[in-house]
């Protein structure tokens, strides 16, 4: 049986309920069961990347904003939550944690006294480096089954989700 052949345990559950309640379309579940399961098997993988540099993923996230920023790699408190979704507070606790392990520091911004800019420190730089290139190769690995066309493919199909529901 060839992969275009395989079953997988989301064909089981769509043929189960198509058996037990004939009346419903059960189409998107074949779509999205997956990706929620996809999902976890991700953020499994994502974890281990994660912890190959000692670091949480919540920390991945805020040095991952930080390095992407560009050099001096620092960004403001409000610029790093619209990046990573949380709130006020909770990007706060999160920079208070990460300046007491060393992976970044707060100063004052030099144009506006009142202001302040997180930076990453060289350690959190080398960290986050690490943990992406780790991730890099875990996520290629993931992907290996499918060719590269296919791979384009589905991110297109993948993106253009995203938007419809954001």
Known sequence: MNARE?????????????????????SPLKILSRVTRLAKQLEKTRRASFATADLEPWEFDVLAALRRAGYPHELSPKALLEQTYVSSGTMTNRIDGMVRRGLVE??????????????????????VDAAI???????????????????ERLATLLRRLSLDMA
């Open 6 to 26: 395989s079953r997988d345990s989301v064909d089981e559950i769509v043929e189960a309920w198509m058996r037990e309640h004939p009346g419903l379309d059960f």
């Open 133 to 151: 290139s780790h991730l890099v190769q875990a996520e290629t690995e993931l992907l290996c089954g499918l060719s590269k066309a296919d791979q």
């Open 106 to 127: 707060r100063r004052t911004h030099p144009n506006d006294g009142r202001g302040v800019l997180v930076s990453m420190t060289d350690d959190g730089r080398d960290r």
